[in-house]
C-alpha cells in the first residue's frame, strides 16, 4: 500500500530515491476494520491519515445526540482532526472508517522533520492545505445558501463513488438532511 501512497506524492513532486525512503520510513501502514475508530473525541489527534483503500468519516455528536458529518475521506485523500494535530490539543472530532480501510499515517513531529529535510514535499503540503481549506469554506457555504438538492448534486460530484458504498442515513446525516428528505430528492 505504501506504493499508492508513493505514487499519489510523485505524481504532485519530484523527489529523489533518497527522498523517497525518508518518506516511507517516516509513515505507519494501518489495517482498520469497518466501524473502528482512528480517533475519539477528547483524544489528541497524533497523526495525519492517507487513505490507501477503503472510506473514512470526520464526525462530531451534538448536545442533542445528532451525528454531523464533516467529512469523509476515500482513496487517496486524506482526513484528521487538524486543529488538535496542528496545537495538541483534544480533538472536538472522532475519526471511523465506514469500511475495511488501509491507511497510512504520519505523525506531527515526522511530517515537520520530512518538510524541512525535502523542499518539494513543503511545497506539497501547503497545497494541500491550501485546498483543504478551499474545501471547507465551500463547504460552509453551501450548508448556509443551498437547497437540499443542491447539496446532494454537490456531493454526488464530490464524491461520485459513494453513492453506492453508503447508507442513505450516512448520506443524509452528511448534507444535513432527514433520510426522508433525501429519499425525496433521490426520486
Known amino acids: 500500500m505504501f506504493d499508492v501512497f508513493i505514487n499519489y506524492i510523485t505524481n504532485q ?3 529523489t530515491a533518497e527522498e523517497i525512503d525518508m518518506v516511507r520510513k517516516a509513515h ?9 475508530f482512528l480517533l ?14 477503503g472510506c473514512l468519516r470526520s464526525y462530531r455528536i451534538s448536545d442533542d445526540g ?11 485523500w486524506w482526513v484528521n482532526d487538524n486543529e488538535s494535530y496542528r496545537t495538541g490539543q483534544p480533538s472536538k472530532s472522532n475519526i471511523d472508517a465506514l469500511e475495511d480501510s488501509e491507511v497510512i499515517l504520519i505523525s506531527k513531529d515526522n511530517l515537520d522533520l520530512l518538510m524541512k529535510e525535502i523542499p518539494n514535499l513543503q511545497q506539497l503540503i ?22 437540499a438538492l443542491q447539496k446532494y448534486d454537490h456531493f454526488i460530484k464530490t464524491y461520485p463513488t459513494l453513492i453506492g458504498r453508503l447508507p442513505l442515513r450516512t448520506i443524509a446525516a452528511y448534507l444535513g438532511v432527514s433520510r426522508e428528505t433525501l429519499s425525496r430528492i433521490r426520486n
Not at 445528532?66 to 487517496?76: G, T
Not at 453551501?142 to 437547497?147: A, D, G, Q
Request: overall charge positive; glycine content about 2%; hydrophobic content about 30%.
Open 66 to 76: 445528532n451525528e454531523h458529518i464533516l467529512r469523509f475521506a476515500v482513496e487517496n
Open 28 to 36: 505507519i501502514y494501518r489495517k482498520i476494520r469497518k466501524r473502528q
Open 13 to 15: 513532486v519530484e523527489l
Open 40 to 53: 475519539h473525541e477528547g483524544e489528541i489527534c497524533k497523526y495525519s491519515c492517507f487513505v490507501t483503500k
Open 126 to 147: 501547503e497545497k494541500l492545505q491550501a485546498r483543504s481549506y478551499d474545501a471547507s469554506q465551500q463547504r460552509i457555504y453551501l450548508n448556509i445558501s443551498s437547497t
